[in-house]
């Protein structure tokens, strides 16, 4: 993202340092510009399929980029997603997205889960609200393995933030991939493999 | 914009810049904390030669007290408020040490989780 973000702050320096110096020489009389060429141009715009796609695509490109733009400068609505506690010197607020990224890491280490999303909200009476929808690989006992990541979890933001209510950690299971299938295509390709070796005509061939 | 200090031979004027950057040099020299990355507009500013410190903003008031808003990244499996608060305390010290202001109160925002344990 931040090299997309800098490449569009080039685009867009660019795009309008074109248009204004084109402006610029085109009042200035510096360029001719005609009423003949500027009615050609937009003539090819709405005729030539080739010109049409190229002015519609750097019109998105733009708009993208003023989209991006606009989204930095206004703060793309993540702001008051914290939780905030005081200290002598000064407040401290904790971004939830953060918290929600180290919830993902935590989870993500456990050996079973093979894909996380997680979810952090400041619910009532100050207690956080986390919500993790996990994709589990293999057979595996749901309840213990849950049991023991709603634990880990809710000692992991415990020790962290170190807040005084203790989390409520939900969790919910989306998906579960069962271990043998990797087995299974394992077997196949074994299966298939002599046959495939067989249908090539130059195997072990040296020039 | 600037924090003025009146001494026997004129003014003393401080840029708000000034603070910042000491700010983000406590920041960028304290363990297990970083500085939050350029946004579109951050590096729009310093493709036009403005130099900016993304996350910290000074703020004087009235009474030419001055409070800090800064935001970091904390190191993943370090203890927040105890990072913050040393933050807090390493930025009040190097701040009031350098330009002898008169620190109100010194925010900290913990914006990310970042990794390399």
């Excluded at chain 1, 490109?61 to 991006?68: D, F, G, H, P």
């Excluded at chain 2, 729009?44 to 996350?55: C, S, T, V, W």
């Amino acid at each position: 993202m931040k090299i997309f973000s800098r490449l569009a702050v080039r685009v867009y320096v660019l795009l309008v340092i074109g248009i204004s110096c084109l402006l610029i020489l085109a009042t200035l009389d510096l360029i001719d510009i005609s009423y003949e060429q500027v009615k050609g141009l937009l003539y090819n715009i709405f005729y030539d399929g080739q010109t049409r796609i190229a002015v519609a695509s750097t019109a998105v490109i733009a708009l993208v980029i003023n989209y991006l733009f606009m989204r930095s400068i206004l703060g793309g609505g993540e702001r008051g997603r914290t939780i905030a506690f005081d200290n002598p010197a000064g407040r401290v607020s904790v971004s939830l997205t953060a918290l929600e990224d180290m919830t993902r890491r935590v989870v993500l280490r456990v050996p079973e889960v093979k894909e996380v999303r997680s979810a952090i909200k400041a619910g009532k009476n100050k207690v956080l609200e986390i919500d993790v929808r996990i994709v589990l690989k293999g057979d595996i006992n749901i309840p213990e393995m849950t049991s023991s990541l709603q634990d880990l979890v809710k000692h992991k933001v415990e020790d962290t933030i170190g807040i005084e209510k203790s989390p409520v950690v939900r969790v919910h299971v989306s998906k579960i991939f069962p271990k043998d299938t990797k087995i299974k295509k394992q077997k196949e390709s074994e299966e298939l493999g002599p046959e495939e070796e067989a249908n090539i005509p130059f195997q072990g061939y040296r020039a | 914009m600037r924090e003025k200090d009146n001494v026997d031979l004129g003014f003393i004027k401080i840029h708000k810049k000034v603070i910042a950057e000491i700010v983000n040099a406590v920041i960028d020299e304290f363990e297990g904390v970083g500085p939050v990355e350029k946004d579109f507009a951050g590096n729009l500013k310093d493709i036009l030669g403005d130099k900016n410190f993304p996350g910290t903003r000074i703020i004087v008031d009235r009474n030419n007290k001055v409070a800090i808003d800064v935001k970091i990244k904390v190191q993943y499996g370090l203890n927040i408020p105890e990072v913050a608060r040393s933050t807090q305390e390493a930025i009040r010290k190097a701040v009031e040490k350098t330009v002898d202001v008169d620190l109100k109160n010194v925010n900290v925002n913990v914006q990310g989780i970042e990794r390399g344990e």
